[in-house]
């Protein structure tokens, strides 16, 4: 499941980050700010009437992505980690 898809409080987990292209640097800059595998991730909340943005809590820190940046996160279920 992407990041994008994951329903508002549901505990996950990040499985990888997907790159559009060779060196691509928001995968990269997604990697720095702590989307690793294994790290435990949630929607803490969305935009009006779903949009962007998408508030993501990783570990205690909060980003907000726009949801093409969230779709590049494969997440899986905390139960399954």
Do not use: C, N, Y
């Not at 992407?2 to 691509?24: F, W, Y």
């Amino acid at each position: 499941m992407r990041l994008s898809e994951l329903p508002k409080g549901a505990p996950a987990v990040v499985d990888r980050v997907h790159d559009a292209h060779a060196a691509d640097p928001i995968a990269q800059r997604l990697r720095d700010l702590g989307f690793v595998d294994g790290e435990p991730v949630r929607v803490v909340a969305v935009g009006p009437m779903g949009g962007d943005p998408v508030l993501i809590q990783i570990g205690f820190t909060r980003f907000a992505l726009r949801k093409a940046e969230a779709s590049r996160v494969s997440v899986r279920s905390e139960a399954a980690a």
